[in-house]
């Protein structure tokens, strides 16, 4: 957490048990920390030179004490908030400038093209970490340049109130794995809808910059970025007339398939297995990503039928949309 003043993790885990211990030396610091001497020692001096840390003896066998940090750490702070600010600023007159420059531009200069697995993927996780209030987007089982396990932007950006409204293809979530991460995702507040397939994939950042992959013959991967246009209007239109149509997924929390008798209503989990029965699984399938029984999931499906009055699965999803079990709105 101190990396923003400078620190390293070795040297910020040296400064942390020297503030615990008050003061210590190179044997009490190697017993507490998995680092020889050696290198201790080589923190223990960068940290004086900051003025985080001071030896008590000019011999190398002194005990080193720790600055508070109220007092050592203050300064720092108040250095990087200055430069911070001043980075805003010069960003603020480089987006002016660029607006300014955009509003005369031809109509090629509002889509950008961007080649190389690398150049695509930092892009695509530039519009996430660069996004103020809202990321949409459209996700497909065969990412071009990042999969949803290395898509670290999605937890940063939510972190800070970054709204995620995410529309994914079934297919998606039958991978063991990405099903874990849709999971994580919805335990952090994303927003996901599954449809049976998406138009494209795509990517949305606050209405102002779009992405979409290329696809094409060639084996290097490619993508578009839209500036703000009619195009780009129009990309939002499509996430958005997609979005209303699809399923929403819903997450139940840990231990929740415990079945309890005499309900009135769906819980958690009723709800998340009813969730996925509406985007197109098979009990089996349901299991499967869940780990439960097959038993486990037609037992659910079975009380919800009893719960909405339904003799057929069909009447059931009716009932589930009637009742605002699953809503879309």
Do not use: C
Not at 107 to 114: G, S
Not at 242 to 263: H, I, K
């Amino acid at each position: 957490m101190l990396s923003a003043i400078g620190l390293d993790d070795e040297e910020e885990s040296v400064y942390r048990v020297l503030v615990t211990l008050g003061a210590a030396d190179l044997g009490d610091l190697t017993r507490r920390l998995e680092m020889d001497e050696s290198e201790i020692g080589r923190r223990l001096r960068a940290l004086g030179q900051r003025g985080l840390a001071t030896q008590s003896s000019t011999q190398s066998g002194g005990r080193w004490v720790a600055a508070p940090p109220g007092v050592a750490l203050r300064p720092h702070l108040i250095q990087q908030r200055l430069e911070l600010e001043q980075a805003e600023l010069t960003a603020a007159a480089l987006a002016e400038e660029f607006r300014a420059e955009a509003s005369e531009s031809d109509a090629h200069d509002l889509v950008e093209v961007v080649v190389g697995a690398a150049a695509v993927s930092h892009r695509f996780l530039q519009l996430q970490l660069g996004a103020q209030d809202e990321v949409m987007a459209f996700v497909t089982d065969n990412p071009v340049a990042v999969s949803g396990p290395e898509n670290d932007a999605e937890g940063v950006a939510v972190a800070r109130g970054v709204t995620y409204r995410i529309v994914m293809e079934r297919a998606v979530l039958t991978s063991p794995a990405e099903f874990a991460e849709v999971s994580a995702s919805l335990g952090r507040d994303v927003n996901i809808r599954v449809v049976d397939r998406v138009p494209t994939k795509l990517v949305i950042s606050d209405r102002s910059l779009a992405m979409v992959p290329l696809s094409g013959s060639g084996s290097e991967p490619a993508a578009l970025v839209v500036h703000a246009s009619g195009l780009l209007d129009s990309l939002s239109g499509l996430f958005d007339s997609v979005w209303r149509e699809a399923t929403p997924l819903v997450l139940a929390g840990p231990g929740a398939d415990t079945l309890v008798e005499g309900r009135t209503g769906p819980d958690a989990y009723d709800l998340q297995v009813l969730s996925l029965l509406l985007s197109g699984f098979t009990d089996a399938s349901i299991a499967t990503q869940l780990d439960v029984g097959l038993r486990t999931i037609q037992r659910r499906v079975q009380g919800l039928m009893q719960l909405a009055g339904a003799t057929s699965r069909l009447q059931l999803g009716w009932h589930a949309h009637e009742r605002g079990w699953i809503v879309r709105g």
